[in-house]
């Protein structure tokens, strides 16, 4: 299952939305890379990329949060700092057992679900906040 991005993902800030694509791109990449059975110099390559950048992107978007005193920002950085952890923990099962049909789906479901809804649901609250505060 690839995902697709839609209008219902975009927060109006360019550089976020930027690399939200980027994120949806790089989960479609390691799906596709564990049900074509790629090798390992394309799995961990794709799964590396998905773990800093996603660590990166984060980063960026509390900069934001913090900026524009984001009320909700210590719930909003825990939510990122979790993700960050389950990405890390499933990166390296991955690694160390090969992509399984079980780590698959738990790249489906814990990594691509859960980010189609954090983009939708707490995302777009911060972006419309940050609309709000600006001068």
């Known amino acids: 299952m690839a995902y697709t991005w839609t209008a219902s993902m975009e927060t109006g800030n360019q550089l976020i939305d930027s690399q939200h694509q980027q994120l949806i791109q790089a989960i479609n990449d390691l799906l596709a890379a564990c ?24 980063g960026d978007e509390e900069t934001l949060q913090v900026k524009s005193n984001y009320p909700d920002y210590p719930n909003h ?22 992509p399984t049909t079980l780590l698959v789906t738990q790249v489906t479901r814990g990594i691509g679900d859960w980010l189609v809804n954090h983009i939708q649901k707490e995302d777009t609250k911060v972006a419309n906040h940050i609309r709000s505060a600006a001068p």
Do not use: C, M
């Open 35 to 58: 049900r074509e059975g790629k090798g390992k110099d394309v799995l961990y390559p794709t799964l590396d990329f998905l773990a800093s950048y996603t660590v990166k992107h984060f």
């Open 77 to 98: 950085k825990n939510l990122h700092t979790n993700f960050v952890h389950f990405v890390q923990d499933l990166s390296a099962k991955i690694k160390a057992e090969g």
